[in-house]
């Protein structure tokens, strides 16, 4: 990554996506660190973000003292501990403490604050999860987990007027919405913490089942001609479009005319009423891996596993969001998916 590079924020997903096959991912990391130093980001808004990465990096490769570092500068970055973005960081940073040994309690202080995100945030379960499990804490986890679960479904019940225990019966339908929410999230990380745990099943367990089966069959009744939403940045679809010729009348027969089907697709929902719009980031290896990639249903497959996870889901439309710099005289496009730097 040259230092010159002034980097948007498609440009630190795809860091994220590519650094570790790099010959040097510190060497990354620290690039990313200079660029937040030296004002090379094009939205200033993403230092936490890429502080964050370049933490990730550094905890990937052992490098602890390195990693500990970007987690500070990281959580500093953001306006203030609980501005909404600030919660991945700071779950890095505990989760990083654990590792570094000998700030066991500091790293719980940390987590036990970002509990609340658990019922109001999709990726919350998630990543306090992954710093728990860091910390040998799966049993509270569960305990976490399963706690947020019981607010959430109190919240329904209180809302709908029935009894929380009635909103887990098989014959009630709970969700997930078109776009899957907190609860479906929580239920799903908790359902794994579970089974890690060896844990039996039990009826928050038999909820999970069910809305990922409501999810995969909601998929399945897509209305003719409504187009997966999944988007391939520039060199994944070119790679895609190389190994797999057959897939341009899927996809697009080049880069700008799928962004374009993305985009045509979306205003037609958007102009249905539908809100929560998103596409969904795909990889070229993960979708071939999947099985024979000219069939239908492996396609559908894949983006059903996409819509699980909050991660690969880019929202639309953008409301501040360099990744949609379009380089055509205006900054920002009505219609706008990410564009990659040539």
Same mark, same amino acid.
């Given at each position: ?11 630190? /997903? ?15 990391? /620290?690039? &990313?660190? $200079? ?5 090379? @980001? ?25 990693? @500990? ?13 609980? $501005? ?8 890095? *940073?505990? *989760? ?9 309690? %500091?790293?719980?202080?940390? @987590? ?20 728990? $499990? ?12 399963? +706690? ?22 098989? /014959? ?17 990380? *908790? ?15 038999? &909820? ?38 057959? &897939? ?56 059903? +596993? ?12 953008? %409301? ?18 990410? *564009?990659?730097?040539?």
């Amino acid at each position: 990554m040259p230092t010159t590079d002034v980097l948007t924020s498609a440009d630190l /997903a795809e860091i994220r996506r590519s650094a570790l096959g790099t010959a040097d991912p510190l060497g990354v990391a /620290a690039d &990313l660190a $200079d660029a937040v130093d030296q004002g090379r @980001l094009a939205d200033p808004d993403d230092a936490g973000d890429a502080l964050t990465l370049a933490a990730e990096i550094a905890e990937i490769r052992s490098r602890l003292d390195a990693a @500990l570092r970007y987690a500070d500068r990281a959580v500093a970055a953001y306006p203030t501990r609980d $501005d909404a973005r600030a919660g991945r960081a700071r779950a890095l *940073r505990a *989760r990083i403490l654990f590792r570094v040994g000998g700030r066991e309690d %500091e790293a719980m202080a940390e @987590l036990d604050a970002l509990r609340p995100l658990l019922t109001q945030q999709p990726d919350a379960p998630a990543y306090v999860n992954a710093a728990l $499990d860091a910390g040998g804490r799966t049993a509270t986890a569960d305990e976490w987990l399963s +706690e947020a679960v019981d607010t959430l479904l109190g919240q329904r019940a209180a809302a709908s007027g029935e009894p929380a225990q009635a909103l887990t019966e098989p /014959a009630v339908e709970v969700g997930p919405p078109e776009a899957p929410g907190v609860l479906f999230f929580l239920l799903q990380q *908790r359902h794994r913490v579970r089974r890690d745990l060896n844990l039996p099943h039990d009826r928050h367990d038999d &909820l999970a089942d069910r809305l990922e089966a409501q999810l995969v069959r909601r998929a399945q009744q897509r209305p003719a001609g409504e187009t997966d939403l999944v988007f391939f940045p520039r060199a994944e679809f070119d790679r895609l479009l190389a190994e797999q010729a057959a &897939l341009t009348d899927v996809y697009g027969p080049d880069w700008d005319a799928h962004r374009a089907r993305l985009e045509k697709e979306l205003v037609r929902q958007a102009g249905a009423g539908r809100g929560g719009l998103h596409v969904l980031r795909g990889s070229v290896d993960e979708l071939t891996g999947r099985g024979d990639v000219t069939d239908p249903q492996v396609r559908a497959g894949y983006a059903r +596993e996409l819509e699980t996870r909050p991660a690969a889901r880019i929202p639309w439309p953008p %409301e501040r969001n360099d990744a949609c710099w379009c380089g055509s005289g205006l900054k920002y496009k009505k219609c706008c998916l990410p *564009r990659s730097r040539s």
